[in-house]
């Protein structure tokens, strides 16, 4: 028992010893996580004037399919460092609704180191942050919203695995140089003055005006914008005077912003709107569906409530028309989840007991169409039997005219002639 406890006591020793080296942590960490920039990008930090351990920031762009990471330069602008494409999101343009509309959000985002995932069944993971203060404050629920590997999207953004570790290690490499959280900038599209103008009528126009502003900010300045919540939606590069501070819900209080800041901003949209104007007047591409508000994240939801219950439902979520009809897919299946399995194990049982009484059915009356079949072929294969020849000289007696007819008379003599005659041939 001693020796037990001395050999305990030697193994905690060790543990606490080894234990908080961040090498050691680091064996219990997947080695794709602590896989390395390639020397391409480190070359292209160097010529840029970037650290390898510099702060970052992410921009997101749903109809592009484009992730940017951006880098903080030694001047403190920042510049983009890499770009690579997005394997899969899911929904539509638009922001995240609601648990289930399965919208990859769009807005402005943070995450932290506790946020990040190196042990994600989905190869490498961050969680983005959602919901965030403006979310909270409009009401807007979801959880578990990433940039991960595996191509697999219900909601998030989704990458390759290799694409991840790229990315994953571009924020590693920043917290470890003392990034307290990374700004993630999630947008519907470029918010160019021509992609503006194509979606002037889409019913998320006023939300998209509202994170062009940050989208604005960050293009004039290379700096990621400060971000706040007040009245419910977003203000940027704001600062409250008086110790005043922001209230998501409540009003927004009094702030001030660098002179510098307004005057290149007021330039900024003096040449968008000329080029909106422009662009309006011209012919563009035509808009992407986007999401229908409210109204249709929760049918989309509804829709994802019965698929994760393992019910058969469309394989493709449903969508609002803008006349307020629904269209969805007329092919029919199951998530594959443990639900989902044992539903799909019932109805392949119910199916089989189904399928084994109609083959029994089927079975039976074949049987009986045989029988009966036989029946009529041994019918007419049978003879009718033979009707027993009549007595010839009764037979010719029935044919001779009865006594004291017309002819009797004539005939008398003719009739004992031939009865005569009859009897002579059968021993009469």
């Not at 650290?51 to 903080?72: C, G, L, S, Y």
């Not at 959000?105 to 959602?130: C, D, K, W």
Request: charged share 25%; aromatic share 8%; proline share 8%.
């Amino acid at each position: 028992m001693l020796t037990k406890l001395a050999r305990y006591g030697l193994l905690i020793v060790v543990l606490g010893v080894a234990g908080c080296t961040e090498s050691s942590m680091n064996d219990f960490v997947p080695q794709h996580a602590n896989r390395q920039l390639p020397e391409k990008i480190l070359a292209t930090m160097r010529a840029k004037d970037m650290d390898k351990n510099a702060p970052i920031m992410a921009r997101v762009f749903k109809e592009e399919n484009t992730v940017e990471i951006w880098k903080q330069k030694r001047n403190g602008r920042y510049d983009l460092i890499a770009t690579y494409p997005i394997c899969k999101w899911s929904g539509k343009l638009g922001p995240k609704f609601t648990e289930g509309d399965r919208q990859a959000p769009e807005g402005f985002y943070t995450v932290r180191p506790s946020q990040m995932n190196p042990r994600s069944q989905y190869h490498l993971a961050f969680n983005i942050g959602f919901p965030n203060a403006y979310d909270r404050a409009n009401g807007r629920t979801g959880s578990n919203l990433m940039v991960h590997g595996a191509c697999s999207s219900a909601g998030c953004y989704s990458m390759t695995d290799a694409q991840i570790e790229e990315i994953y290690a571009f924020g590693r490499d920043a917290f470890r140089g003392g990034q307290t959280e990374i700004q993630i900038q999630a947008f519907p599209f470029r918010m160019t003055a021509a992609n503006m103008a194509r979606y002037r009528n889409d019913p998320n126009y006023e939300f998209w005006k509202m994170l062009k502003v940050g989208y604005d900010h960050f293009e004039i300045t290379k700096v990621p914008p400060k971000v706040d919540v007040c009245e419910r939606r977003y203000v940027f590069n704001q600062i409250p005077v008086n110790g005043a501070t922001f209230n998501p819900t409540g009003p927004c209080p009094p702030t001030t912003q660098p002179e510098s800041l307004k005057v290149a901003y007021a330039a900024y949209q003096n040449k968008f709107e000329s080029a909106f104007k422009a662009a309006v007047n011209g012919s563009t591409p035509p808009p992407r569906p986007s999401i229908l508000g409210t109204k249709e994240a929760n049918i989309v939801a509804e829709w994802s409530r019965r698929r994760a219950r393992g019910e058969r439902v469309p394989i493709e979520p449903p969508t609002l028309n803008p006349d307020g009809t629904i269209s969805q897919s007329t092919r029919m299946g199951r998530i594959d989840s443990p639900v989902g399995r044992k539903m799909a194990a019932l109805d392949a049982e119910k199916a089989a007991r189904k399928r084994a009484e109609e083959e029994k059915a089927a079975a039976v009356a074949a049987a009986k169409a045989a029988k009966e079949l036989e029946k009529q072929r041994l019918a007419e294969a049978t003879p009718a039997p033979a009707t027993p020849p009549a007595d010839a000289a009764t037979a010719i007696a029935m044919q001779a005219p009865l006594e004291g007819s017309p002819a009797g008379a004539a005939g008398d003599g003719m009739v004992s002639k031939v009865k005569k005659r009859l009897l002579g041939m059968f021993g009469g």
